[in-house]
């Protein structure tokens, strides 16, 4: 901690979003939530996302991926409400947009985080966007194809147990058992492709 205390101590520019004084906020306040200490690592964070929230048109390359690695520790700590806001800052950033494949990571980070508030539908919207993004690509991936379509798949199921009208729940059903057959087809396949 002392190393990143001194590193913005020494910086002229006291800017938060500074791409010196971003980086050794960020690392600082990894380094205190790794060691346990979670209130000094709010803080650290804090003083990131409120020089970005002043500053979000001017914020240097790189404050999104910082937005996307803040969001996911808010994740680990249940904090999924905030971890879904600042995974939407990240991938909006005008001035430094994701790549197909950060964006469809990034939207099923909040695909899982809406999952975890039970937020079924918003989960499935997200998923199928991270499709989307991923499909948009000139290279798309099909193992993280498969991996989103499977996740989509278990949201539909979940939202089909919740479902009390019979005709929505076996549509939900029949929607996440074609989704696994696609994927188990494709993966069927590939592995023939690969003989």
């Given at each position: 901690i002392y190393w990143y205390d001194s590193a913005l101590n020494s910086n002229p520019d006291k800017s938060a979003i500074h791409p010196s004084n971003l980086r050794s906020h960020y690392n600082k306040g990894v380094a205190l939530f790794r060691s346990g200490d979670i209130t000094?690592?709010?803080?650290?964070?804090?003083?990131?996302?409120?020089?970005?929230?002043?500053?979000?048109?001017?914020?240097?390359?790189?404050t999104a991926s910082v937005l996307n690695a803040i969001g996911?520790?808010?994740?680990?700590?249940?904090?999924?409400a905030?971890?879904?806001?600042?995974?939407?800052?990240?991938?909006?950033?005008k001035n430094d947009p994701p790549s197909p494949f950060q964006k469809a990571g990034t939207l099923c980070n909040i695909a899982s985080a809406h999952y975890r508030m039970h937020?079924?539908?918003?989960?499935?919207?997200?998923?199928?966007?991270?499709?989307?993004?991923?499909?948009?690509?000139?290279?798309?991936?099909?193992?993280m194809e498969a991996t989103i379509m499977c996740k989509l798949a278990y949201v539909l199921y979940k939202r089909?147990?919740?479902e009390s009208e019979e005709g929505e729940k076996a549509d939900l059903y029949l929607r996440a058992f074609n989704l696994f057959v696609m994927v188990a087809l494709d993966k069927n396949?590939?592995?023939?492709?690969?003989d």
């Open positions: 000094r690592a709010d803080h650290s964070f804090g003083v990131i996302l409120d020089e970005v929230d002043k500053n979000f048109i001017l914020a240097p390359s790189g996911c520790i808010y994740f680990v700590k249940k904090d999924f905030g971890a879904c806001e600042l995974f939407k800052e990240s991938i909006s950033m937020n079924y539908e918003e989960s499935e919207t997200n998923f199928n966007d991270a499709l989307s993004a991923l499909r948009s690509s000139d290279n798309p991936c099909t193992v089909g147990n919740e396949n590939n592995e023939l492709d690969d």
